[in-house]
């Protein structure tokens, strides 16, 4: 079991920059494949960005590339979400989420069996 509370959001304007992060409780953490998740209003959830165990390995949707940067801490049971040059477009609720191993890294919303509840980032124009 893995539980995931996700905090850091906010409002801010265009161009700004947030860190989220996601306090992860549960031995089997350190196994998991982590990834963010997000949903705006009205939309589906989509795949943000997501990180191997190790940390070594990182995926992004390309909406996201060079701009946002997921990184991991086991030793703290944390990852983060450093989410620079925001645009409005980003607007969503942000989910932290964690696999069950033995996957290794996904972007698939299916692939994720534990989730926090989220936090909102609003990005205004």
């Known amino acids: 079991q893995v539980q995931l509370v996700e905090s850091g959001g906010g409002l801010v304007q265009a161009g700004g920059s947030l860190r989220l992060s996601c306090a992860a409780s549960?031995?089997?953490?350190?196994?998991?494949?982590m990834g963010w998740f997000r949903q705006a209003p009205g939309k589906q959830r989509e795949f943000v960005a997501a990180?191997?165990?190790?940390?070594?390995?990182?995926i992004y949707v390309d909406s996201v590339k060079g701009r946002f940067t997921i990184s991991r801490d086991n030793a703290k049971n944390t990852v983060t979400l450093q989410m620079n040059s925001l645009k409005p477009e980003d607007t969503a609720d942000y989910y932290c989420a964690a696999t069950k191993p033995p996957c290794s890294i996904s972007r698939y919303l299916a692939n994720y069996d534990y989730w926090g509840q989220g936090t909102q980032v609003t990005v205004s124009s």
């Open positions: 549960g031995r089997a953490f350190s196994r998991s494949a």
């Open positions: 990180i191997t165990w190790s940390g070594t390995n990182t």
